[in-house]
């Protein structure tokens, strides 16, 4: 396995290298963000806004979903940009492309 | 003369040429860095000392110039671009060649004339001289890459002066008087309405050549063409003060102005896609700069107190965290040869004071509790939720999901940690571990100062740095946790696609962007024109050839030695025409006579 050969340096190896392990930190952050959205229900906000019927800034798990779809959304449409924006390596240094380099 | 020779842009323009001049055996490396640092620490030591008010103020063409006007706005860039010069110069000492500090310094000079300058003809001599100096930058990378994307880079700068130069003499032409800051906004009036309008037209051309440097959306391809382009200290240098001192300057002429806030919210949610899909890091940190830049522009389109203030803290961040990116970026650049995420990976294991302070920087800009961005664009957003601009709000928030997605994850994601790459290399060189710490001990400084004002009552000289006096309160509960949930569902969901496998793989490849239009559409169409000029030309050339040959040819058969007019005839035969001529006149004069 790739990993294995590589997980030593200087005779050293890594928490991080082991599957697991990195399993681990996945688990870790979904512990971490229960408890983030958990704490919608112990502080009381005001919101600032009426829109979406004032959920939108004050409601429950607003701040958590917007983040997490926001993100998540970003990625899949940035993937699809790649069909129509993403060119070789080389694009503009072969013929016809930049004639200043 | 001392107020000239002494005011922050000259002492380090000329004090950089100077130590540039000077001969080797005269001055030894070592000194030669000792005085280069020295310079921008005796200036800011020097600009410290002066009140508000103008200095240095000289006549030209009759003219009143003023070199230096300090004001609570242009004096907390003063102050950052002295810090951005020093921790810059540090970064840069891990070549032998001096040549980057010393340009590096001079452009900051440059910068420092931009943010002081009095009226709008010695801001246009900074702004030129900038553009200058800041292309040498580019070029000091010696690739033809880099030579390509510097002159790209020049061209820009030049057309933003153009447009600058322009829009000046237009304004002298209307007005009369060498416009100053003061005069500027009340000559033009476009501010009556709240708009720009883009009914006067010299204010349209100098907001143009401002938005040109400040990477407004379309304007903003030569940062992400050229600053990738450049060495690790030269692209240090330059995430520093070119955009920064557009944003100054929006701050200075623009303030309220409504288009602003539009433009602005595109430059902090379009960059991010592109983030997302691009595989040379640092070209990540030239987008996620437009990102930034666009809630500065949004808080100088907002216009309020509390959002100018926002706008100039988080250039003043963005100056830190965004050269600690570069640092970290270019530190990987040095020991590995290049900065693609789809070949890197594990660095942490041979760089890692280098991984913690990328992730300092990380941190910094996606606006954690305790790092800067957190006291420097939540005043912008706050702003934003005053006025009640509602989907403005909302745009902000997930180009604050966004940049943490990008910068705040994949940079430091797929360069440190991700898979193994197999490279194994040396950490950083202490120059430039020194000046990262310089920068991500100040990104936490400007992050935990609020804090320490509310528990301790601690005064918080940033704050007072900026340009207006506002209390505002960074850590208040919802501010902490309402952050905390954005930007950790915003890793969970980064975390959820990379086990799904959905995630994009980083590729070796290049995104078209708007240079694409000059790059490749432009290059075609010039391209073309230059075809069709050559083809008419040897047409036209051919044509001619031929019609010189013909004539040529034409004379050689008469006039050439066998030619009816061109060879020689016997004597005999000239004696018998002679006689035949003279019969033709006796038979003539016969019949005419009468």
Redesign the interface.
């Known amino acids: 396995m ?2 294995h ?3 030593k ?1 200087g005779g ?1 190896s ?1 928490w ?2 082991r599957k697991g392990n990195v399993a681990k930190v ?1 688990y870790a ?2 512990a ?2 229960v408890l ?2 958990a ?2 229900f112990f ?1 009381k ?1 005001k919101a ?2 009426e ?1 979406w019927g004032g959920w ?2 004050g409601g429950f798990g607003f ?10 959304l ?6 699809q ?2 069909r ?6 080389d ?3 072969r013929r ?6 | 003369m001392a107020d000239f020779l002494l005011s922050p842009p000259l002492l380090l323009m000329l004090g950089s040429v100077v130590l540039a001049a000077a001969p080797r055996n005269v001055l030894p490396r070592t000194a030669l860095r000792a005085l280069l640092l020295a310079l921008p620490v005796y200036s800011l030591w020097r600009f410290w000392g002066l009140d508000f008010g103008d200095y240095a103020q000289f006549e030209l063409f009759g003219q009143t110039l003023t070199l230096v006007r300090i004001d609570p706005l242009s004096r907390i860039f003063v102050v950052i671009f002295h810090l951005a010069a020093l921790i810059g110069s540090v970064y840069s000492f891990y070549v032998k060649d001096n040549f980057q500090p010393l340009v590096g310094v001079f452009y900051a000079g440059s910068a420092l004339g931009v943010v002081l300058a009095g009226d709008l003809w010695t801001l246009f001599l900074f702004w030129e001289v900038a553009a200058v100096s800041s292309a040498l930058l580019v070029w000091v990378r010696r690739s ?2 880099a ?2 994307a510097g ?2 880079y020049l061209g820009m700068q030049m057309v933003s002066g153009v447009l600058l130069l322009a829009g000046i003499v237009l304004l002298r032409h209307e007005t009369g008087a060498a416009p100053g800051w003061a005069e500027f906004r009340n000559l033009t009036g476009f501010l009556e309405d709240g708009g720009l309008g883009f009914s006067n037209l010299a204010a349209t051309l100098i907001f143009l050549a401002f938005g040109l440097k400040a990477a407004f959306p379309l304007l903003h391809s030569w940062l992400i063409d050229a600053y990738p382009e450049s060495t690790p200290a030269g692209a240090v240098f330059l995430s520093a003060f070119t955009t920064k001192f557009a944003i100054y300057a929006l701050a200075r002429a623009f303030p309220g102005q409504s288009e602003l806030i539009w433009i602005g919210a595109l430059m902090t949610a379009f960059p ?3 983030a ?2 691009e595989n040379d890091l640092r070209r990540v940190l030239a987008y996620s700069m437009t990102n930034q830049l666009g809630f500065m522009v949004v808080g100088i389109g907002i216009g309020t107190e509390l959002a100018i203030n926002g706008a100039v803290a988080h250039a003043f961040a963005d100056i830190l965290f965004k050269g600690l990116l570069f640092m970290a970026m270019g530190a990987v650049l040095y020991r590995v040869g290049h900065v693609n995420g789809s070949d890197l990976g ?1 660095l ?3 760089m890692p004071i280098t991984t913690g302070f990328c992730i300092i920087g990380a941190a910094s800009i996606s606006a954690f509790p305790l790092f800067s961005a957190f006291a420097t664009k939540s005043l912008i957003m706050s702003a934003a ?1 005053y006025k ?1 601009y ?1 989907w403005l ?2 745009v902000l ?2 180009a604050s ?2 940049v ?2 990008h910068a705040g994850i994949k940079i430091p994601f797929f360069a440190f ?1 991700h ?4 490279i ?1 290399c040396k950490e950083a060189p202490r120059s430039m571990l020194v000046a990262m710490v310089l920068a991500a001990a100040a990104s936490m400084g400007i992050g935990l100062l609020p804090l320490a004002e509310m528990w301790f009552g601690l005064a918080n000289p940033f704050y007072e740095l900026l340009p207006y006096q506002v209390h505002y309160e960074a850590y208040t ?2 501010h902490v ?17 990379m ?1 799904t496998g ?3 793989p980083e ?7 708007a240079d694409w239009f000059y ?2 559409v432009g ?2 169409v010039w ?1 073309g024109v230059a075809t069709a000029f050559v083809a008419l030309h040897r047409t036209g050339y051919a044509v001619a050839g031929r019609l010189a040959t013909a004539a040529l040819a034409s004379a050689q058969r008469h006039l050439g030695p066998q030619g009816l007019l061109g060879r020689s005839w016997l004597t005999a035969s000239m004696a018998l025409w002679v006689a035949v001529l003279l019969a033709a006149y006796l038979l003539v004069f016969y019949w005419r006579l009468p």
């Open positions: 790739a990993h050969d590589h997980g340096h050293k890594y991080l290298d996945f952050l979904i971490v963000d983030w959205l704490a919608d502080y906000k600032e806004f829109a939108a800034d701040y958590p979903v917007y983040g997490f779809v926001g993100a998540f970003l990625v899949l449409a940035a993937k940009m790649r129509v924006l993403m060119r070789s390596e694009y503009y240094e016809g492309g930049s004639s200043s380099t | 033809g890459r030579a390509g002159l790209r991010i896609f592109f997302v899909i594990g942490y294991k041979s939720v009640e509602f709000w909302l928030l997930f999901a966004g943490f997605h940690f898979h193994d790459s197999g194994r509960t919802t946790i309402t952050q905390s949930q954005l930007l950790f569902f915003s890793a969970l969901a980064f975390a959820t696609l086990r959905l995630y994009p590729l070796r490849s290049v995104n078209l962007d790059r490749r290059y075609r391209d």
